[in-house]
């Protein structure tokens, strides 16, 4: 600190020195946000975040703070003990193994319900009772086979994920260096061999060869060394442990051959496996990070800072200091903090990376706002209403990792298979180099090494998770959310799709469509009187009436009495002394009984009729309003060979009108909750393989009942959904796109896995009898790998529907 410079903060009643006015602000912050027991469990300077990450149980029991979970650990809403759900980031994950192991060991913990592992984003969802077991005891049992368990902070893990990259660049570095002189070396080496050498120069090119190849062992491949020895301590082999053996044993020889001045040397060899396995490592890497994009774009976008109203003045906090109940002040352009409720004002809201929809919003005062939109037009004051690992984004996220985490029965079938092969290469290498002892003695080394390596099954284990990832990521960009992960195999084997009517294939916003007076007033008139009966109302044919601005029946409040409604019919009122009825034309016409009823002017249910004393006044027809792409949808499925079937609680003859315009051959209206589960149920003991398309809360039984359902949820609460899958956006198009995307998702997973498969069983003999040099094995293994990967990346791409 430069002399004459004083940064203190007093924490705890005693001046702390600081090291520069950053940490100054920062602890500042910490002790005015009454966070300053953070400082009580201090005992010495800390480090960087990318660097410090708590080991012991002592050091994590600061995870069990609540202020300190608030941003990674949410409430599942479970009534059994006190259940909660964290978001955490996983180092030390190589392979599918490391993702097992994780799982199982977690999944013995008391009071665990349960835990899923991301292995494409390092990522695990942790479901457990706090009252059992406290977090900091999860996450030292993380700790303690090999792995380091932190919580999941999008703007932190963007660092972390480059120094990641970083660290496996300058050891791939190192290797790919370090290879190129010992490769020169062994030419000189091969040309003595063949051309005779004196036998100092010999010692002395073995001896620098070792001293090239020391560094490339023990840094650049340590990872898997590492691997290797959590495998044995679990006594769990995975894919590292092959590798490891014949790194480790090929330098080790080569040591000892060239300490003793005997034998052969097989640095080349060890450099080149070092070499092209960490490039097939350090590529996935960086293909895996891009798979994760979508998701860390998504929550990025949330601000560092939110304007919160205190006393009618703005101040601006932390948006992790957010509350439920604050208000807080968006400005055009500025991104919207957290979930809330418009409180004041009205602008456009753009909902672009929640729903793939480009074409902003309208909100305005007492309609919910999602935190990570963008304002565009009008300040708007907003009251939060759920926040950090509460909010839609955090949730959007956690079902994102569960359905990427979620095996479905191949990848579950391969993962076992991998586990199995790893355990039985190890056995048939040990006997290959025995048979080789006795046939070749100096061939016999190499050729376990070569068997080892080309072996590994790394493709077998990457052949599912990389496609379902790819495709999962594709399909939430576009506003299609898949939370489970049996609903990309599900969707590939649909035969039938059924769709509830309203709030589905229409939009369920009732809209006024037609005024038909009966009396010699103007529509507008009509509309004024119809509005002012209206406007307290909180029945859906209620909003019809209202005009954008204001309603314009309250110019006639002043002259009447307040309106009421009777449920079932309709509502009524008095205006300048006649008594008025806005409802179900038979209740209406009532007002004057020695009139006949009118003749309803088209289906009943759409029309509703405006009565006073002296009789009918007009008609008003009502219309749910089509999704304006629902035709193409259905008729896209039909051609994807789907059947259609409409299934709704709508008891009107609008349900047989919209199945007809639609060209829906099978409509079922007015049917009960217990009605729709029942005829999914037929269709599956028929053998049709069901998929629900419906509300993500009124139709939850019959969501529950399908094999693959879908919920819309663009204005549900998301963490109540139970479905496979949640349309975020009004797009239908993407249902089709989804199925058609399912179906490549499964042919991918098929060439992907038939590829893996092949490979192992042709190079396995062929290794086995000395055909495949230890370089060939590593670029063969490393390519393997990486072709599963691009071959997954195919299924990233899904057609906008904007």
């Known amino acids: 600190m430069p002399r004459g410079v004083d940064f203190t903060v007093e924490i705890a009643g005693a001046k702390r020195p600081m090291c520069c006015p950053g940490c100054q602000a920062v602890a500042e912050t910490i002790v005015g946000q009454g966070l300053g027991a953070y400082y009580e469990r201090r005992d010495a300077p800390g480090t960087s975040p990318a660097e410090r990450i708590p080991e012991s149980l002592a050091e994590l029991r600061i995870f069990d703070d609540p202020r300190v979970q608030q941003g990674f650990v949410s409430e599942t809403g479970d009534s059994e003990g006190d259940t909660r759900r964290a978001s955490l980031a996983i180092e030390g994950i190589t392979c599918a193994a490391c993702?097992?192991?994780?799982?199982?060991?977690?999944?013995?913990?008391?009071?665990?319900?349960?835990?899923?592992?991301?292995?494409?984003?390092?990522?695990?969802?942790?479901?457990?009772d706090a009252a059992q077991t406290p977090l900091s005891a999860l996450l030292e049992c993380v700790s303690e086979i090999g792995y380091r368990a932190r919580p999941y902070e999008p703007d932190r893990q963007e660092a972390l994920l480059r120094g990641e990259e970083r660290r496996a660049l300058r050891r791939l570095g190192v290797a790919g260096l370090g290879m190129m002189q010992v490769m020169t070396f062994a030419v000189a080496l091969y040309a003595g061999a063949l051309e005779g050498m004196e036998d100092r120069y010999r010692d002395f090119?073995?001896?620098?060869?070792?001293?090239?190849?020391?560094?490339?062992?023990?840094?650049?491949?340590?990872?898997?060394?590492?691997?290797?020895?959590?495998?044995?301590?679990?006594?769990?082999?995975?894919?590292?442990?092959?590798?490891?053996?014949?790194?480790?044993?090929?330098?080790?020889?080569?040591?000892?051959?060239?300490?003793?001045?005997?034998?052969?040397?097989?640095?080349?060899?060890?450099?080149?496996?070092?070499?092209?396995?960490?490039?097939?490592?350090?590529?996935?890497?960086?293909?895996?990070?891009?798979s994760d994009t979508q998701a860390r774009r998504m929550l990025s976008r949330l601000p560092q800072t939110a304007r919160r109203l205190v006393g009618g003045e703005e101040e601006m906090v932390p948006t992790r200091a957010l509350e439920t109940g604050d208000l807080v002040v968006v400005r055009p352009g500025e991104t919207i903090p957290a979930d809330g409720v418009v409180r004041e004002g009205a602008s456009s809201v753009s909902e672009a990376l929640l729903t793939g929809e480009d074409f902003p919003r309208t909100r305005g005062a007492g309609e919910r706002v999602i935190g990570g939109s963008q304002n565009i037009e009008s300040p708007i004051v907003v009251e939060v209403t759920r926040s950090g690992a509460n909010s839609t984004l955090a949730t959007i996220l956690a079902l994102l990792d569960r359905a990427q985490a979620e095996k479905p029965p191949v990848a579950r079938l391969a993962d076992r298979v991998a586990h199995y092969f790893v355990a039985g290469v190890l056995v048939i290498a040990a006997g290959v180099g025995l048979a080789w002892y006795f046939v070749a003695p100096d061939q016999a080394f190499w050729v376990v090494l070569s068997l080892l390596v080309v072996t590994c099954p790394c493709a077998l284990s990457l052949a599912t998770p990389a496609a379902l990832a790819a495709a999962t990521n594709g399909l939430a960009a576009s506003g299609l959310l898949v939370t489970r992960g049996h609903t990309l195999e599900g969707l590939a084997r649909a035969t039938h799709m059924v769709f509830d009517k309203t709030g589905t294939l229409t939009r369920g916003e009732i809209r006024l469509s037609e005024i038909r007076p009966l009396r010699a007033l103007s529509q507008q008139e009509l509309l004024a009187v119809a509005s002012w009966l209206e406007h307290r109302s909180e029945h859906p044919i209620a909003r019809a009436f209202a005009v954008e601005g204001e309603t314009p029946g309250q110019a006639l409040s002043a002259e009447a009495t307040s309106?009421?409604?009777?449920?079932?019919?309709?509502?009524?009122?008095?205006?300048?002394?006649?008594?008025?009825?806005?409802?179900?034309?038979?209740?209406?016409?009532?007002?004057?009984?020695?009139?006949?009823?009118?003749?309803?002017?088209?289906?009943?249910?759409?029309?509703?009729?405006?009565?006073?004393?002296?009789?009918?006044?007009?008609?008003?027809?009502?219309?749910?309003?089509?999704?304006?792409?629902?035709?193409?949808?259905?008729?896209?499925?039909?051609?994807?060979?789907?059947?259609v079937e409409l299934l709704s609680g709508d008891a009107s003859p609008s349900v047989t009108r919209l199945a007809g315009e639609l060209g829906i051959a099978h409509a079922i209206a007015g049917a009960t909750p217990e009605q729709k589960v029942e005829h999914v149920s037929r269709l599956q003991r028929e053998g049709a393989l069901a998929v629900m398309v419906g509300d993500g809360i009124n139709d939850a039984p019959v969501l529950a009942r399908a094999q693959i359902s879908i919920a819309m949820g663009g204005g549900s609460d998301l963490a109540r959904i139970s479905a496979d899958a949640v349309l975020l956006g009004d797009h239908l198009g993407v249902l089709s796109d989804a199925v058609r995307l399912a179906r490549k998702t499964r042919r991918i997973v098929r060439q992907n896995l038939a590829w893996a498969l092949l490979y192992n069983a042709t190079v396995l003999p062929l290794a086995a009898l000395g055909y495949i040099a230890p370089y060939m094995a590593a670029i063969g293994m490393s390519a393997s790998s990486l072709l599963v990967v691009a071959n997954a990346l195919r299924l990233g791409e899904v057609r906008s529907r904007s």
Do not use: K
């Open 99 to 128: 993702a097992w192991l994780i799982e199982r060991n977690l999944g013995r913990q008391p009071g665990v319900r349960e835990v899923s592992v991301n292995l494409t984003s390092h990522r695990a969802q942790l479901t457990w």
């Open 205 to 290: 090119l073995r001896w620098v060869s070792l001293l090239v190849a020391t560094p490339i062992v023990l840094y650049a491949a340590r990872p898997f060394f590492a691997g290797a020895v959590r495998d044995l301590r679990a006594r769990q082999p995975g894919m590292d442990l092959p590798v490891a053996i014949a790194i480790g044993a090929a330098y080790l020889a080569s040591a000892w051959a060239t300490v003793m001045r005997t034998g052969e040397v097989y640095f080349d060899s060890v450099c080149m496996f070092t070499f092209f396995l960490g490039l097939g490592r350090y590529l996935e890497m960086r293909v895996r990070h891009r």
């Open 563 to 643: 309106p009421h409604s009777l449920p079932g019919h309709g509502v009524e009122g008095e205006l300048r002394g006649v008594r008025h009825r806005l409802g179900a034309p038979a209740w209406a016409i009532e007002l004057c009984p020695d009139l006949p009823p009118p003749t309803v002017p088209g289906p009943e249910g759409r029309w509703i009729l405006l009565t006073d004393d002296a009789g009918p006044l007009a008609w008003f027809g009502l219309r749910d309003e089509l999704r304006a792409d629902a035709p193409a949808v259905v008729e896209e499925l039909g051609e994807l060979g789907i059947e």
